[in-house]
Each structure stands twice: as structure tokens, then as C-alpha cells.
């Protein structure tokens, strides 16, 4: 006779990692921005797994929240959206190569022209096949892609040109619009202004989620939202308006005593200055909880002072000593002893330990956190849209 009913037990509740993903913030975020947008339409940025959160559940999400233009970085991806959203435009943002032509037509995906090879390659598959839609990215400054300025009002005055020639959107990207005092915006943005009013009646499309905060001017006919629906900070130095999306957390697997003067993980980096007590948690940099987020023993801790913290009973606690691949370690002596137990689940970042708060730490970006975590956690999506 056994004492336990292992069917009974919830994976999510025993998992060594686990992720809550609230697609209910999601929607809000997303209506959020819509609403920032004024007068643009706001489509949704689901490229690397919707910010490693599951393209699945959150195209699902977004597209019934009304989401009707996608935009992701890869083809593959595009078909994956496709069957959660069977109305949308999907926007490919990488363009497309030769060979490539038959995973776009199957799946109705619209390529991103992005540079003039592509260009010459398009209008060639447009010669032969006839009218597709696409999108035209225009350079004004990133320097990553985009056809160059000239091209694409060389392009719009061609009278030449038959009418199944044009795009079905003109684009671009700000390279400093999370620096809201960059006058590098206002240059990108006179830019843009030419290439919008060269294709005057195709619809424009300038900013990402750190644009639609820059204002009005900043908005076109269309939105590209991505980090901030995740929750994400989009524009440094001012407070993050977003509703926290994710929330990781690892378990305790031991709660260890240990003496003054000892050193703590690889290299011995660090030394107790006091009796200590520290959490061993099943979270390391495999798991996307970078090793640059260590609390010592990094060249980066001389620019940025501390390292990461976590949250659990009640309180910020830090990470000490050096972050192994699969275990991190917390120094939890200020907690109670009768308040804290191995088997607790550190929250890593969520609603009480803000992303890019962590990300800070380890010398990054929120993004890069997200689309990093990795395979092990166990994952559960919220889905009340409230
Ligand atoms: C990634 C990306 C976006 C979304 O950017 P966020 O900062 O996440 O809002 C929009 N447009 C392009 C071209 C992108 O590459």
C-alpha cells in the first residue's frame, strides 16, 4: 500500500523551475499600447517565441485580443503563427531569399524586403507570379536592414513601375528610441517622412514598442509592439507602466549553514563575514540565469555593484558567490529560520523582483533575459483576460 497518489500531484507544483506566464497581462499590455498608438493601428512583435514565452499560447492570446498584423524574424516562425492566426497579416522580418518562396506562399507570409538584393530578387518573383503583397524596409539610420533611403524613393517615383509592384506597407526602425532625448530620433523620423509621403497611400509603419511612447509623430498608420507587451521596459530612466507578464521561480534544494570566513561557490570568490545561512536553488546559467548576474567573482561587478537578488519570504534576498550551470546560491540569514524551508521557490524575477531589474544587474537587457531561459522550467499560462 502506498501513501502517495503520485497522479494527484501537479507537475507545476513540485517542478525544480517553473515559469507563470499571465496572458491576461499580455492582452492588457497589448491594449495599452494600442491605445498609445492614437490613431495607429497597434499590431504585436512575436518573434523568438513571442520573447521566449510561446508563440503559441501568446499568438493565440493576441489574436483574440484583436491583433490582425504579426510581425516575427524568421519564416519558420510565420508558419507556426499561422495556424493560431488565420486572418492576420504575418510580416517576416528578415525578407526572403530564392528558395524560400514556397513556405511564404503556403502560409500567406508577407516578406520584409530588406535590402536591394532582395529587391531585385522580388520584383523578379513578382515579374513571373504576379501580384503578392510585401513590405518595404527602409533604411534611416540603424544600419542593420533596410533598403537605402534613395532606393526607396528611387522606387516610389519609377512611374514605370506596374501598380502590383508596390508594397503593401513602408518601414523602419529607430536604433535610440528607448533614449527618449536622442535627437538621433528626429532624424530618423524626417527621414521616414520622406518615404511615407514618397509612397503616399501605402501604409507607414515607424516604431517599435520604445517609439510609441515617443509621441504622435512617432505613431504612422502602424505600431510594432514587442518587449512592452511581455512587460518589458521600453524606454530607460522613466518607470516601467507595463503589467508584469512572467514570473520565474526555483526551488530550495538545501538550506546550508555556513561559517565566517568561508567562500561560497567556484573560484571562492566570496567570503562570509558572518555565520551565514544560504539557499541552493535549481536555477543556474543553463537555465538563463546568466552567470553575469553572480553576486562576485566577475570583471563586471567592479561596473555594476551587485549582482542579482531574489524573492522569498517576504524579502530581497542576494545572490552570493559565483552562479553555477545548474544552482545558485542565496544568502538567506536574514530570514527567520522557521520562515524559510528547502523545497521554497525563489522567485527569480516577477512581480516582486522587476526583469529588468535583473537584467541590470547582469549588464543586459530584459529581452535578452526572456529569450534566454531555457528548456527546464515547467511552464503555466494564466489565461483570465481581467
Ligand atoms: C524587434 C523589433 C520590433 C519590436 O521591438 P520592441 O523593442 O521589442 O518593441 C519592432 N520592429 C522591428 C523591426 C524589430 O526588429
Request: aromatic share 10%; charged share 20%.
Given at each position: ?25 499580455i ?119 533596410g533598403?537605402?533611403l ?19 506597407l ?105 555565520e ?5 536553488v ?36 542576494p ?68
Amino acid at each position: 500500500m502506498t501513501t502517495h497518489d503520485f497522479n494527484e500531484t501537479d507537475p507545476f507544483d513540485v517542478a525544480p523551475l517553473r515559469l507563470t506566464v499571465d496572458l491576461g497581462a499580455i492582452a492588457e499590455n497589448w491594449r495599452a499600447m494600442a491605445k498609445r498608438s492614437g490613431n495607429a493601428r497597434a499590431g504585436a512583435v512575436v518573434k523568438a517565441d513571442a520573447y521566449g514565452l510561446g508563440i503559441e499560447d501568446v499568438g493565440i492570446t493576441l489574436y483574440e485580443a484583436g491583433v490582425r498584423d504579426f510581425f516575427v524574424a524568421a519564416a519558420e516562425e510565420g508558419a507556426t503563427l499561422r495556424s493560431f492566426a488565420p486572418e492576420a497579416r504575418i510580416f517576416v522580418l528578415s525578407g526572403i531569399w530564392a528558395g524560400r518562396e514556397p513556405i511564404f506562399f503556403e502560409n500567406d507570409l508577407v516578406p520584409v524586403i530588406a535590402s536591394e538584393e532582395q529587391l531585385a530578387f522580388w520584383m523578379g518573383v513578382l515579374a513571373e507570379h504576379g501580384d503578392y503583397p510585401y513590405a518595404l524596409h527602409v533604411d534611416t539610420g540603424f544600419n542593420r536592414l533596410g533598403v537605402p533611403l534613395e532606393d526607396a524613393l528611387a522606387l516610389a517615383d519609377d512611374t514605370s513601375r506596374p501598380a502590383s509592384f508596390s508594397p503593401v506597407l513602408v518601414m523602419s526602425h529607430l536604433h535610440s528610441g528607448d533614449n527618449p532625448a536622442s535627437l538621433l530620433n528626429r532624424q530618423q523620423l524626417e527621414s521616414f517622412r520622406r518615404v511615407a509621403a514618397a509612397f503616399e497611400g501605402i501604409e507607414s509603419s515607424l516604431s517599435a514598442s520604445a517609439g510609441i511612447f515617443l509621441g504622435p509623430d512617432y505613431h504612422f498608420d502602424l505600431t510594432r509592439p514587442g518587449v512592452a507587451l511581455y512587460g518589458g521596459e521600453a524606454v530607460n530612466g522613466v518607470a516601467n507602466p507595463m503589467r508584469p507578464v512572467v514570473k520565474a521561480e526555483a526551488r530550495i534544494i538545501q538550506i546550508r549553514n555556513a561559517r565566517q570566513g568561508e567562500t561560497v561557490s567556484y573560484g571562492g570568490t566570496y567570503q562570509l563575514s558572518r555565520e551565514s545561512r544560504l539557499a541552493i536553488v535549481s536555477a543556474g546559467y543553463a537555465d538563463g540565469y546568466l552567470r553575469s548576474l553572480s553576486g562576485s567573482g566577475l570583471p563586471l561587478r567592479h561596473v555594476v555593484r551587485d549582482g542579482a537578488f531574489g524573492y522569498v519570504a517576504g524579502r530581497k534576498v542576494p545572490v552570493i558567490g559565483r552562479i553555477t550551470m545548474d544552482m545558485t546560491i542565496f544568502d538567506v540569514t536574514d530570514i527567520p529560520e522557521n520562515e524559510i524551508h528547502a523545497g521554497d521557490y525563489v522567485e527569480l524575477f516577477g512581480d516582486n523582483i522587476p526583469l529588468d531589474d535583473v537584467a541590470r544587474a547582469g549588464g543586459t537587457i530584459g529581452y535578452e533575459l526572456l529569450t534566454g531561459l531555457g528548456l527546464r522550467y515547467e511552464r503555466r499560462y494564466l489565461d483570465d483576460d481581467s
